[in-house]
Protein backbone atom coordinates (compact mmCIF):
# COMPACT_ATOMS: atom_id res chain seq x y z
CA UNK A 1 0.00 0.00 0.00
CA UNK A 2 1.02 3.35 -0.91
CA UNK A 3 1.40 5.74 2.29
CA UNK A 4 -1.22 7.89 2.51
CA UNK A 5 -2.42 10.86 4.93
CA UNK A 6 -5.82 9.27 6.50
CA UNK A 7 -6.47 12.61 8.84
CA UNK A 8 -4.97 15.09 11.14
CA UNK A 9 -5.78 16.17 14.60
CA UNK A 10 -6.19 20.27 14.38
CA UNK A 11 -6.55 21.68 18.12
CA UNK A 12 -9.17 24.36 18.60
CA UNK A 13 -10.77 26.34 21.19
CA UNK A 14 -13.89 25.51 20.20
CA UNK A 15 -14.22 22.47 18.04
CA UNK A 16 -17.56 22.90 16.67
CA UNK A 17 -16.92 26.62 15.96
CA UNK A 18 -13.40 25.86 14.19
CA UNK A 19 -15.05 22.97 11.97
CA UNK A 20 -17.69 24.50 11.30
CA UNK A 21 -16.37 28.22 10.09
CA UNK A 22 -13.56 25.65 8.09
CA UNK A 23 -16.57 23.18 6.55
CA UNK A 24 -18.80 25.82 6.00
CA UNK A 25 -16.19 28.23 4.63
CA UNK A 26 -14.89 25.86 1.73
CA UNK A 27 -18.51 24.20 1.27
CA UNK A 28 -17.36 20.72 2.64
CA UNK A 29 -19.57 18.92 5.23
CA UNK A 30 -18.89 17.74 8.66
CA UNK A 31 -18.68 14.09 8.63
CA UNK A 32 -18.43 12.94 11.50
CA UNK A 33 -18.39 13.43 15.15
CA UNK A 34 -16.93 10.90 17.93
CA UNK A 35 -15.40 11.33 21.28
CA UNK A 36 -13.48 14.90 21.35
CA UNK A 37 -13.62 14.86 17.23
CA UNK A 38 -15.78 16.38 14.77
CA UNK A 39 -14.39 15.36 11.44
CA UNK A 40 -14.28 17.52 8.33
CA UNK A 41 -13.92 15.13 5.53
CA UNK A 42 -11.48 16.62 2.12
CA UNK A 43 -11.67 15.51 -1.37
CA UNK A 44 -8.69 13.36 -1.06
CA UNK A 45 -10.47 11.81 2.04
CA UNK A 46 -8.44 12.96 4.11
CA UNK A 47 -9.91 14.31 7.50
CA UNK A 48 -9.09 17.23 10.01
CA UNK A 49 -10.27 16.11 13.24
CA UNK A 50 -10.89 19.23 15.41
CA UNK A 51 -10.84 18.86 18.86
CA UNK A 52 -11.35 21.41 21.62
CA UNK A 53 -8.46 21.75 23.93
CA UNK A 54 -7.72 24.17 26.18
CA UNK A 55 -6.20 27.80 24.59
CA UNK A 56 -3.33 28.00 26.44
CA UNK A 57 -2.15 24.72 25.26
CA UNK A 58 -3.04 25.19 21.24
CA UNK A 59 -0.04 25.69 19.11
CA UNK A 60 -0.68 28.06 16.39
CA UNK A 61 -0.21 25.17 12.91
CA UNK A 62 -0.28 26.19 9.43
CA UNK A 63 -2.22 24.21 6.82
CA UNK A 64 -2.43 25.26 3.73
CA UNK A 65 -5.14 23.98 0.71
CA UNK A 66 -5.01 23.44 -3.25
CA UNK A 67 -8.54 24.59 -4.67
CA UNK A 68 -9.95 25.06 -7.32
CA UNK A 69 -10.39 29.40 -8.72
CA UNK A 70 -13.97 28.48 -8.31
CA UNK A 71 -13.33 27.63 -4.75
CA UNK A 72 -11.33 30.38 -3.98
CA UNK A 73 -13.32 32.64 -5.44
CA UNK A 74 -16.13 31.78 -3.31
CA UNK A 75 -13.97 31.28 -0.13
CA UNK A 76 -12.46 34.89 -0.66
CA UNK A 77 -15.43 36.34 -1.12
CA UNK A 78 -16.73 35.09 2.32
CA UNK A 79 -13.20 36.13 3.90
CA UNK A 80 -13.89 39.31 2.46
CA UNK A 81 -18.02 40.01 3.09
CA UNK A 82 -16.76 39.00 6.79
CA UNK A 83 -14.55 41.41 7.02
CA UNK A 84 -11.72 38.83 8.10
CA UNK A 85 -8.52 40.16 8.14
CA UNK A 86 -6.34 38.48 5.29
CA UNK A 87 -3.05 38.81 3.55
CA UNK A 88 -1.05 37.86 0.40
CA UNK A 89 1.90 36.63 2.03
CA UNK A 90 2.30 34.67 4.68
CA UNK A 91 4.61 37.37 7.16
CA UNK A 92 1.26 39.61 7.24
CA UNK A 93 3.04 42.42 5.12
CA UNK A 94 0.18 42.64 2.29
CA UNK A 95 -2.82 43.04 4.21
CA UNK A 96 -6.38 43.16 2.31
CA UNK A 97 -4.55 41.18 -0.76
CA UNK A 98 -3.91 38.15 -2.51
CA UNK A 99 -1.42 36.76 -4.14
CA UNK A 100 -0.55 35.74 -7.74
CA UNK A 101 2.48 33.35 -7.20
CA UNK A 102 3.08 30.55 -9.51
CA UNK A 103 0.64 31.60 -11.88
CA UNK A 104 -2.41 31.21 -10.19
CA UNK A 105 -3.98 32.90 -6.63
CA UNK A 106 -3.47 32.52 -2.57
CA UNK A 107 -4.31 34.44 0.47
CA UNK A 108 -3.57 33.44 3.97
CA UNK A 109 -5.69 34.04 7.06
CA UNK A 110 -6.42 33.12 10.69
CA UNK A 111 -8.98 30.42 12.08
CA UNK A 112 -10.84 30.91 15.40
CA UNK A 113 -7.82 29.49 16.99
CA UNK A 114 -5.52 31.24 15.28
CA UNK A 115 -3.86 28.69 12.91
CA UNK A 116 -2.94 30.42 9.78
CA UNK A 117 -4.23 29.22 6.55
CA UNK A 118 -3.23 28.85 3.12
CA UNK A 119 -5.62 28.57 0.26
CA UNK A 120 -3.97 28.22 -2.94
CA UNK A 121 -4.94 27.67 -6.94
CA UNK A 122 -1.46 26.60 -8.03
CA UNK A 123 0.75 24.22 -6.07
CA UNK A 124 3.80 25.87 -5.38
CA UNK A 125 6.59 25.71 -8.47
CA UNK A 126 3.59 26.12 -10.28
CA UNK A 127 1.64 23.01 -12.79
CA UNK A 128 3.59 20.83 -13.78
CA UNK A 129 4.06 20.61 -17.44
CA UNK A 130 2.20 18.14 -19.82
Known amino acids: MAV ?9 RDNRESAEF ?24 VTLDFATIPAESITPQHYAFLVSEEEFDAAY ?7 LAHWADPHQKRPGEINR ?3 G ?15 ITVPYGGLPQA
Open 4 to 12: QLNHTIVHA
Open 22 to 45: FAELLGLEITSEWGPFIAVELSNT
Open 77 to 83: AKITERG
Open 101 to 103: NDG
Open 105 to 119: KGVYFLDPSEHAMEL
